[in-house]
């Protein structure tokens, strides 16, 4: 049986799912699928928080959220990228208003704005503190009215098939059966989220390892910009859960263990009851991180069985406005620490929370490969540069993914029929095998999945880290190579082809240990600090040698080989980034 | 001396096992465990062949319905210690074809999920350039609380009718449409109204309320349910009484 389609996206999360209506809105001929390794609604997408930013308000202007992004990128971003994302931005949210998102409404019933870090001006829309949750329903229940977006849902895709330089299609697993299929296509969309889950602590549900990545890596299309992960200052000690920024945009303190708002030590302004724009703790997520991590180093942050914290102080704004704003805030400190935060301090600390890094694209989100697309998180176009900033995500999703499907069924309308070829057919084959011989049938591994997982966790927290140096990289960089080797030994015990989530994280985990060397490699050659990579050893900014991308590519002997293409700049030079002053 | 707790799992796998059984598991009892981590404990370390689904870890993703000790749980938002002593019983979620383990078949709501036309229709689709759709908060509050449905189907496996009756809509379905009937964006209440009073529709419901006190959201099915029969059965009156032109 052949499984075919004109565009195919691999991913179901809003990313995804905006790129599918944008393909059948545009092009009424073609047919689309979207494979996914859970059902659409169960994406990552869902967990986001805060809100989406986009220009709305009269005192506002693109020109100042374009500044804003920029700079908060550390001058990394592509800055056409930005300009076309912040013209589109407002538009995609409208469209989602018509779509029927349950923004949160002014007393007039205009659409609320919130303030966020590192934004000058009040732009971030909402829908209380569940705005991914409501973002991704609205698009997947507007995605059923179109009965021609086919969907295989719980299919993971394992290998994206190339031919001669041409993406053909994917291999995938149907979870159910356990079934292997190739699906082939025109046009591949990959829209597969981040790669939280290759550190220890993190904001990121268990599905987001990084597949995405891999596939593009594994198939010669460059990733960018890897060593650029986002920490984010509140995410809950245990669990790694988020307590959204917006928490501190409707004017939460961080404080530490004497209480003291200790944000004002660090160049990031001076301390007032209200928050202020790009201010104090409405500063950027990486000056936050990295601030949290001096605090520990002065002794000044609270020990706990899972190290050290702040607390995120809400108390002051009284019930009232915790209900109407964050409820979800109150709901998951209730569930998760115990803890009611009208009364309580929440205990917090900085957690791994995005990748700004990821499958290098332009602004049409076509790879250098042809045939490939990809946007959301798993992308990389640029426009969060060396540091996002909050509420940028969610719009990125639906601008790029809009302009990755229309850019996808332009290729396919235009493309051949691809006849399977034997070379794909041969790709199908040795694929098969790889699952079912040597991981579903394997005999006497030794290494545990879950010891190969926590070892790589471990050493990407203290390798690769807020801070890192030329030799925790290095070190970092040995203790993966032996991980590779170590899980080509992994234990497999499960034979059952039905839903066999063992044979699943074996994959993840594969996937993951590709984009984790990816990560170290990167920041290991970069030799400056920049955004959320900071290098004790290289302590500046270095615009000399690094205003460019870095672009790493996997050769066919499997070694890795790195370029750094200028960063596209068009009407924002580089500067000092200054907030609080 | 950390304290331990039994936890009594479904295992069931349909190419070898002819039935499911229980397999037990001694696990350490933390106080801030909730019972999916006591999975997750599980299979990382005693028995890496259950099968279970889970992802957010923070009880918005949906993934984790399972049956703890005899009632409809998400297990991210369960937690062990209140258990103690043990043992927990874990098993998949009633009413559902069981595909492995603690893993359920939930086709069923995902293929009747676009029969109630989850999303806003008008009579006349605007560009997104006219702005936004007035909408005051009042009017968006009418409509919240049925908008909060993560799809976790505690209630599908808690609805008594839908154990008889698999061809019944179901809680979460009927909410769904509720949502977007009462959202006053919306024009497409009527053409619901078809799906909604059908035999398999808002009528089957013999108004128990399990759905809503299981249900982790607070999103009230039940009330969803009543309120629409009580919409449907006001149509039907008006047109039995009134003349044409005053409905
Ligand atoms: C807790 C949290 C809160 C956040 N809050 C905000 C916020 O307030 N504002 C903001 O702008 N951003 C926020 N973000 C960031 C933002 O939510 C994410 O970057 C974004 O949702 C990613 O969306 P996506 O569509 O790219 O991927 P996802 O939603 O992660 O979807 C990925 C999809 O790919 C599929 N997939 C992956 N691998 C495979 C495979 N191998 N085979 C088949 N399918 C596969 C998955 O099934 C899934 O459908 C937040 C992030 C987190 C973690
Ligand atoms: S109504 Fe409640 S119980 Fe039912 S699926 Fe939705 S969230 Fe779950
Ligand atoms: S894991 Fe997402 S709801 Fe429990």
Redesign the interface.
């Known amino acids: 049986m052949t499984l075919s389609h004109d565009v195919l996206i691999v991913g179901g999360g809003g990313a995804g799912l905006r790129a599918a209506i944008a393909v059948v809105e545009d092009d009424p001929r073609l047919t689309v699928a979207i494979v996914s390794k859970?059902?659409p609604?169960?994406?990552?997408t869902?967990?986001a928080e805060g809100g989406a930013a986009a220009v709305i308000r009269p005192d506002d202007s693109l020109d100042e959220h374009a500044y804003d992004t920029i700079s908060g990128g550390d001058w990394l971003c592509a800055q056409d990228a930005v300009e076309v994302f912040v013209k589109e931005a407002p538009?995609?949210l409208?469209?989602l208003?018509?779509?029927?998102c349950?923004?949160?409404?002014?007393?007039?019933?205009?659409?609320a704005v919130r303030p966020f870090g590192g934004m000058k001006r009040m732009r971030t829309w909402f829908a209380a503190d569940?705005t991914g949750?409501?973002l991704l329903?609205t698009l997947f229940?507007?995605s059923?009215?179109y009965e021609r977006i086919a969907r295989y849902?719980e299919w993971y895709v394992t290998k994206l098939l190339v031919d001669d330089g041409r993406v053909a299609g994917v291999v995938a697993v149907e979870l159910?059966s356990g079934r292997i299929e190739a699906i082939t296509a025109k046009a591949v969309i990959l829209c597969t989220g981040g790669c939280g889950q290759i550190y220890p602590f993190t904001t990121n549900?268990?599905?987001k390892t990084g597949d995405g990545m891999g596939l593009a890596y594994r198939a010669g299309a460059p990733l960018k910009d890897m060593e650029f992960v986002q920490y984010h200052p509140t995410g809950l000690p245990?669990?790694g859960?988020?307590i959204t920024e917006a928490a501190r945009a409707e004017g939460g303190w961080l404080i530490n263990k004497d209480g003291y708002r200790y944000l004002q030590d660090y160049d990031l302004g001076t301390p007032s009851p209200t928050p202020v724009l790009r201010s104090m703790e409405l500063g950027p997520r990486d000056r936050l991180s990295q601030a949290f991590v001096k605090e520990v180093e002065k002794g000044r942050t609270v020990d706990t069985p899972y190290g050290p914290i702040v607390h995120l102080d809400l108390r002051h704004l009284r019930e009232t406005v915790i209900d109407a704003r964050l409820p979800?805030v109150r709901?998951?400190c209730r569930?998760?620490?115990?803890i009611d935060p009208v009364r309580e301090l929440i205990p917090v600390r900085p957690v791994v929370h995005y990748m700004m890094g990821g499958v290098h694209t332009d602004i049409y989100g076509a790879t250098p490969l042809e045939g490939l697309f990809a946007a959301g998180e798993v992308a990389c176009v640029s426009i969060n540069g060396a540091n996002r900033l909050g509420s940028n995500s969610l719009p990125e999703l639906l601008v790029f993914g809009a302009r990755a499907g229309v850019a996808a069924a332009s290729f396919a309308s235009g493309a051949q029929d691809l006849a399977i070829r034997p070379a794909v057919r041969a790709q199908v084959e040795d694929e098969r095998r790889r699952l079912e011989r040597d991981l579903l049938q394997r005999d006497g591994g030794k290494e545990?999945?879950?010891a190969i997982r926590e070892e790589m966790r471990a050493t990407m927290e203290e390798g690769a880290g807020i801070y890192r140096s030329g030799s925790s990289l290095a070190k970092a960089a040995d203790r993966l190579r032996v991980l590779q080797e170590r899980f080509r030994s992994v234990?497999?015990?499960?034979r059952?082809?039905?839903?066999?989530?063992?044979l699943l994280?074996a994959l993840e985990l594969s996937f993951m240990l590709d984009v984790a060397e990816t990560i170290v490699h990167c920041a290991l050659l970069r030799e400056e600090s920049r955004g959320a990579h900071q290098r004790v050893d290289f302590p500046a900014r270095d615009d000399h040698r690094f205003l460019a991308n870095s672009l790493v590519y996997r050769d066919a002997d499997g070694s890795r080989r790195v370029e750094y293409p200028p960063v596209t700049i068009t009407r924002w030079p580089p500067g000092e980034r200054v907030y609080g002053r | 001396m950390v304290d331990r707790i039994i936890l009594r799992v479904t295992r069931y796998r349909p190419e070898s096992d002819t039935e499911p059984m229980t397999q037990e598991h001694e696990i350490p009892l933390r106080k801030d465990w909730s019972v999916l981590d006591g999975l997750n404990h599980i299979k990382d370390h005693l028995d890496g062949t259950l099968s279970y689904r889970w992802s957010c870890r923070m009880g918005v993703c949906g993934s984790c319905g399972m049956t703890v000790n005899g009632e409809p749980k998400l297990t991210c938002a369960t937690f062990l210690g209140d258990y103690a002593p043990g043992p927990v019983r874990v098993e998949p979620l009633s009413n559902f074809p069981v595909v492995r383990d603690l893993v359920v078949d939930i086709g069923d709501f995902m293929r009747k999920l676009p029969r109630v036309k989850p999303w806003l229709i008008r009579s006349e689709q605007e560009p997104p350039a006219v702005g936004e759709y007035p909408q005051l908060p009042a009017e968006r509050e009418e409509y919240e609380q049925f908008s909060m449905c993560i799809n976790c189907m505690l209630c599908y496996a808690a609805c008594p009718v839908y154990a008889l009756d698999q061809e019944f809509l179901g809680p979460a379905a009927i909410a769904l449409a509720q949502r977007y009937n009462l959202d006053s964006r919306d024009q497409g209440a009527s053409e619901r109204m078809d799906v909604l009073s059908e035999a398999d529709g808002i009528w089957a419901c013999t108004f128990v309320g399990e759905c809503s006190a299981v249900c982790p959201k607070d999103v009230d099915p039940a009330g969803a349910i009543q309120r629409y029969k009580f919409t449907a059965a006001m149509d039907s009156l008006k047109a039995l009484l009134l003349p044409r032109g005053a409905r």
């Open positions: 859970v059902y609604m169960r994406s990552h869902v967990s538009e995609e409208l469209r208003e018509h779509w029927g349950p923004w949160s409404r002014e007393p007039d019933g205009r659409v569940k949750f409501h329903h229940q507007t059923l009215r849902d159910m549900a268990a599905i245990f669990t859960i988020l979800f709901e998951l569930s998760y620490e115990n545990p999945i879950s234990r497999l015990e499960d059952s082809r039905t839903f066999n989530t063992e994280a």
